[in-house]
């Protein structure tokens, strides 16, 4: 009876045994998958900053004043064209009178159709 109780032990030991090592093994993969992971999550974190900042810096007022000047052919904005509200609709009024035939040539839009 003691010899089985000691087998029973031993089998029990060397199945412990090899649970254990699987188990340190399973261990070793997760701690590894951890630290591959935690190096994208620093990689997408630094990634982002730099279009943060590159997003900032192509959506400055500044710069996209320079490029509209450079760009389009605006003009500054003219005293006739400030309406108070309350006049808006008569003048609207009398300006569908005098809109000609033919639309004028859209200058931002053939800008835009060159670089497409």
Same mark, same amino acid.
């Given at each position: 009876m003691l010899r089985v109780i000691? /087998?029973?032990?031993?089998?029990l030991v060397f199945v412990t045994a090899v649970w254990l090592y699987q188990l340190k093994y399973d261990v070793r993969a997760a701690v590894k998958r951890t630290h591959v992971l935690r190096t994208e999550i620093t990689e997408i974190r630094q990634d982002l900053t730099l279009l943060e900042a590159e997003g900032t810096h192509l959506r400055s007022l500044a710069r996209l004043e320079a490029l /509209?000047?450079?760009?389009l052919p605006l003009r500054p904005?003219? /005293?006739e064209q400030v309406v108070p509200h309350g006049l808006l609709s008569s003048t609207l009024a009398m300006r569908v009178e005098e809109v000609p035939e033919e639309p004028a040539a859209d200058p931002i839009g053939s800008l835009l159709g060159q670089t497409q």
């Open positions: 000691n /087998a029973c032990l031993g089998i /509209a000047a450079k760009h904005t003219e /005293a």
